[in-house]
């Protein structure tokens, strides 16, 4: 509800300024994420980052630290190119 509020704020200020909100792209940042470990949360991770899509948001930043190459590889294979066939 929080990220759906700021997204109708954002998309208000632009009708305001006289901006098409449809032509802002939304940037996501995660921060401090667990990164998935296995299948089910890596299918987590694909729900969430699909429904941030679906509220419009087209761009995600991922600021954390990986405890190993194996762990971003895998959200990279798991995750990112499922979000991107969709």
Known sequence: ???RRKRDIVHRSAEQAGR??????LTHI?????????DPESHQWVDYLKS??????D????????E???L?????EQ????????
């Open 52 to 57: 941030m899509q679906a509220l419009g948001f």
């Open 68 to 70: 190993s190459y194996e």
């Open 72 to 76: 971003i590889e895998r959200f990279h």
């Open 20 to 25: 098409d909100p449809g032509e802002i792209r």
């Open 59 to 66: 761009y995600f930043i991922i600021d954390a630290k990986a």
């Open 1 to 3: 509800e929080d990220i």
């Open 30 to 38: 995660i921060q401090r994420m667990n990164w998935p470990t296995n």
């Open 79 to 86: 995750v990112i190119e499922v979000v991107r066939e969709t």
